[in-house]
């Protein structure tokens, strides 16, 4: 596991969350896994997978600009996943 990102906001069950897995797998890359969660009950709204050819590829147009629209924050993969899975 590369990194996990989530929406400071995530506590906030009015809004919409989002979520970025990034992992480096064996064959080289990143590999990332974007979801958003509507927070007050309907779950999982979207979500989709990219793929960079190297981490600096995903680092400087990819996550810089996730951070930025979704004012995202690093957070540890369980407080992800327990986000994900209580919606």
Not at 14 to 41: H, M, N, S, W, Y
């Amino acid at each position: 596991m590369l990194e996990c990102l989530l929406a400071s906001a995530w506590r906030d069950t009015t809004r919409l969350a989002e979520i970025v897995i990034a992992k480096e797998p064996p064959f080289g890359g990143v590999v990332t896994c974007v979801f958003q969660v509507d927070l007050a009950c309907l779950g999982l709204k979207w979500a989709f997978v990219s793929q960079f050819h190297s981490r600096r590829e995903y680092e400087e147009p990819f996550r810089a600009l996730m951070v930025a629209r979704c004012d995202l924050i690093p957070v540890e993969f369980g407080l992800a996943q327990l986000t994900h899975c209580e919606s």
